[in-house]
């Protein structure tokens, strides 16, 4: 049986442990996901769900717990080395976009790329393949100030997909965009998810959470319910 993308094993993430105020962000979650699903992480502010979304990112450590992505056992290696499983296996799309004021939406997409040491001619390629994907032939030369929300969404997303990662993590993507656009957005992570990317939805939105074939519930620091199973879980 082929290992799953990601595999987390009964991780904590525990703050203040001991004292007091310990919060348990994160309370003996496990969970996998095979390659090419596409699921929603679902839960209120607070929940844990964001916390969740940063072990699976490798964007932060569990305090207890393993976690092993595309096979490898991720959860207790230095900041570089997350930063190069990061730059290799994943692709992000925040709420607020994130883009450079300062930079073209061309050079918004190529600044990841350049961090992986791609050169010069190829980074250009694939800057201006990503956006073209997301629809912004016209707009490679605009800054994120002459472009709309839902623009600077897009160019997000190319910039997310420039690499062609095999996991996409897409924070609350829609959260600043009028429904028609937000639409827009999802529809493209649609059609990155049939040709076999990993989609993360991360979303307080149960109707949002819909699009997903799968919906964790996330509660207290727990994944209380799996919605592709149709039945609660023990996490």
Request: with cysteine; net charge neutral; charged share 25%.
């Amino acid at each position: 049986m082929a290992e799953p993308l990601i595999d987390l094993r009964h991780v904590f993430k525990i703050y203040n442990e001991g004292e007091e105020n310990e919060v348990r962000a994160l309370d003996g979650v496990s969970l996998r996901v095979e390659r090419g699903e596409y699921a929603a992480i679902v839960g209120a502010s607070g929940s844990g769900k964001s916390t969740l979304m940063n072990i699976l990112g490798c964007l932060d450590q569990p305090t207890y717990g393993d976690y092993l992505l595309d096979g490898a056992r991720v959860s207790a290696l230095a900041d570089r080395k997350l930063a190069r499983i990061r730059s290799r296996h994943i692709g992000f799309i925040f709420q607020g976009f994130n883009l450079l004021a300062g930079l073209t939406a061309m050079e918004n997409v190529e600044l990841p790329l350049v961090y992986q040491g791609v050169r010069f001619d190829r980074r250009r390629d694939m800057a201006e393949e990503a956006l073209a994907r997301v629809g912004l032939e016209s707009r490679m030369k605009h800054k994120p100030a002459q472009m709309s929300g839902g623009q600077q969404q897009r160019v997000a997303i190319a910039r997310a997909i420039a690499a062609k990662p095999p996991i996409i993590m897409a924070d609350e993507p829609t959260g600043n965009l009028d429904s028609q656009t937000g639409a827009h957005v999802i529809e493209i992570l649609g059609a990155l998810n049939r040709e076999g990317a990993t989609i993360l939805l991360i979303t307080h939105d149960d109707g949002l959470a819909q699009v997903a074939r799968r919906r964790l519930r996330v509660v207290d620091g727990r994944v209380v319910r799996d919605e592709a199973e149709g039945e609660a879980v023990k996490s």
